[in-house]
């Protein structure tokens, strides 16, 4: 099922800050080429999440290996007189040539702690900040909401259906590949099925019953055209009159696999419908929920009862509603060897190249994570680990369907005050000693 | 400054949901292409929201203009074996041969209105729904909330710090356009400097200081490369020491447009650095503040006096982050010349193709908003006009900064109980009786 094809993403350099080329070109001509450290990671972490799942790495990869100023972009900028002709002659080129240390996709992980650190030289380390932080907020942050609610929903079908409201055509396709990644079923999203190779799901829209002169003719039409997986809409005029309706078409030897309903009160339509069917012989249709649906939503209508096997999850999920952005940065940690940190009111940072360490208790659930100085040993599995060296990959990254394997895999090490839908507690990480001692050193020697 | 160049949108066909597919090939092969017309609207408008500016239009027209499946779309489709070659064959002679009718982008709208309508054959005017509201809701959004901006900093600079934080790359270009159609100055997102001729601005970040063994140095290798514009940012390790630097750097004959303050008490350290820039004859000097801003900051730091010149707004107004997705629609209003009503329980819709007449007082201010059936006269400007005719362009479709002038016009005809900043209350559009009437006829012809 997997496919090559990368999605119609603007991979263009371009899609960047204009203080980023004004401080790549003055690095350039100042000769500040030496290796620089950035690590990007998250300050805090949402109200409401407990954890987070690592998404993105595979569009930052693919981005570094063709990150070049092609001559129409170059051009442009001539354009703009804001360059001189030295400098973009530098900026032409320019490729990345560095390293990439990251958590594999589908990771959890908790504030402080760097998800993705690039050591290159520094005008390349600088150049890519915006890109790299727009692709890893985006799709981690869709990956951790899908996640809970695949916790949430427990074995329960999850489709994501959110396309028409994420913000743009990428936020569409990403959203459908991270929360494929944190453990959703499908996507309703044709491209993203195309570009990522996952599974499709859909269902019939409300116009469609409506441009008939009744239900029973709509649905008659639309198993005449589509009788494979075969899902009705049910909620246009009277959700119980047409789950009857369904009955009845079962009767005359329709195969009905499931019947959605997106508008009321869908945990007490649920129980209705449910018991329609059962009482109809249609035991074997599905009930799909549709319609605001989130981690919450789906929490409280299977706590209550609600008879729902599919959920269908749209804007909630692809816009994170309740936290559409993360506190995230990519910060320079170190310069020609030294490591650097700011100091900035509610944002200092520790400084130079850091690792987490990551210790299981005996059922294989996260006991703690050390972040640590590069370098220093300690008990505990190292989470980042080498993606690119020199430029190019260190190996091939796992597919999209091993990153799944693994998010589903880190979802059941999580400790459970983290993964509780309701006010949710984050681990918190350890500093290492040897990290705070670098701290105060670096404080010393940048008073 | 405009240019033609489209961005680099994914304008794919493909773009939608899967039952959009299922529904156009269903009509196709049952003979249902007669003419149908669907309105985009908004239902609720968000809490926070007294009004909406429509923006997004342009890029629609661009995509109903190159609506087609091109060979490897459909062969990709074949592949997934859910069509028929003759739906198929269907699909790839499918173009966009129909109407729309829309209120201009900048125009200001409330709840229940529609905002663009397509009369096309059934299948063409189906399929293009998901990519619609795709637009749409993105751009509305982004600019409703930059309108707001516009509104609490006055007559200040506002500049688009959010590409890093918005939900991938087509996120960051239209919300770049969107937040300048609504009155912001400029952009720091270089591609959509590039893809729509607006404005560029931009400073430094704290890695370029850091970078560097101290600010001095670092604040006059830039001022080397980049003296024109000249902004630094002072608040990487101590404000107001970097004020006074700054002050010494001014009498060396350092040339300084402006200094950044990105953390902290931004309104305390502005007073502070703007009497430490006065005293040191730094009158000039403008002070550009950014870190989490959005229209209820700059409100709060102008109340209280905070002598920011230049506003830097970014994640908040790039994910609308207290209202990240609108409550809006594009249903169908008519088949076969039918009015059709969907009347799910909190979702029910006015049927058949409408018009908003607007009235104005002698002020200019809006008076009133009248939702009419199509070809109902009345009083009042009509607000939907003429985009496409027969799937082309009736006209040349005002520029970004024609719109953007609009934008400006229709901010200040809108009620001040609209636009305060805090507890706006949105116009509630009236129903027009003989759009009542209809919709009684409608409910008693499909019961």
Avoid at 201 to 218: C, N, R, Y
Avoid at 239 to 249: D, I, Q, W
Avoid at 356 to 382: K, M, N, Y
Wanted: proline residues 5%; contains cysteine; hydrophobic residues 45%.
């Amino acid at each position: 099922m997997m496919t090559d094809a990368s999605p119609p993403a603007a991979q263009g350099v371009l899609l960047t800050d204009l203080y980023q080329l004004t401080m790549v070109t003055a690095y350039q001509e100042l000769g500040m080429d030496r290796e620089a450290v950035f690590e990007f990671f998250v300050r805090r972490l949402p109200v409401q999440r407990g954890f987070l799942v690592a998404a993105g790495l595979q569009q930052v990869v693919e981005y570094l290996e063709g990150l070049h100023f092609a001559d129409d972009e170059i051009q442009w900028l001539e354009s703009t007189g804001r360059f001189s002709a030295a400098a973009l002659g530098r900026l032409a080129r320019l490729r990345f040539t560095g390293d990439v240390d990251a958590m594999a996709e589908g990771t959890a992980f908790f504030a402080n702690e760097p998800v993705l650190r690039v050591t290159a030289p520094l005008p390349q380390a600088q150049l890519v900040e915006s890109r790299i932080v727009n692709l890893l907020n985006f799709q981690t942050m869709v990956a951790s909401k899908a996640a809970r609610c695949r916790i949430a929903a427990g074995t329960r079908r999850l489709v994501d259906f959110g396309m028409r409201r994420a913000h743009g055509a990428e936020a569409a396709l990403h959203a459908a590949r991270a929360c494929y990644l944190a453990g959703f079923d499908a996507t309703a999203t044709v491209a993203a099925g195309r570009a990522f190779g996952m599974p499709l799901s859909g269902t019939m829209a409300h116009s469609f019953v409506q441009a008939h002169a009744d239900e029973a003719t709509a649905f008659r039409h639309f198993a005449r055209v589509h009788p494979r997986g075969l899902t009705l809409l049910i909620d246009t005029y009277d959700t119980l009159r047409a789950a009857r309706l369904v009955v009845e078409l079962h009767r005359e030897g329709m195969r009905v696999e499931a019947v959605r309903l997106d508008s009321g009160d869908v945990g007490a339509l649920a129980r209705d419908v449910r018991a329609i069917l059962d009482a109809g012989g249609c035991g074997d249709i599905r009930i799909v929920a549709s319609g605001n649906m989130d981690e919450f939503e789906i929490a409280r209508l299977l706590a209550g009862g609600a008879p729902i096997d599919v959920f269908g999850v749209g804007t909630q999920l692809d816009v994170s509603a309740d936290a559409p952005s993360l506190d995230c940065v990519y910060k320079l940690q170190e310069y020609e060897g030294q490591p650097r940190r700011k100091r900035s009111a509610g944002k200092a940072t520790w400084p130079g190249r850091k690792q987490v360490l990551r210790e299981f208790d005996e059922e294989g659930r996260i006991r703690s994570d050390l972040i640590v100085p590069v370098g220093v040993d300690g008990a505990g599995r190292p989470l980042l680990v080498p993606v690119m060296r020199g430029g190019c990959r260190v190996g091939a990254l796992p597919d999209l369907e091993r990153s799944r394997d693994l998010a589903r895999r880190e979802l059941a090490s999580i400790p459970v005050t983290c993964t509780r839908i309701a006010d949710p507690e984050p681990l918190t990480a350890g500093i290492s000693p040897q990290l705070r001692q670098l701290a105060e050193r670096v404080d010393r020697d940048f008073p």
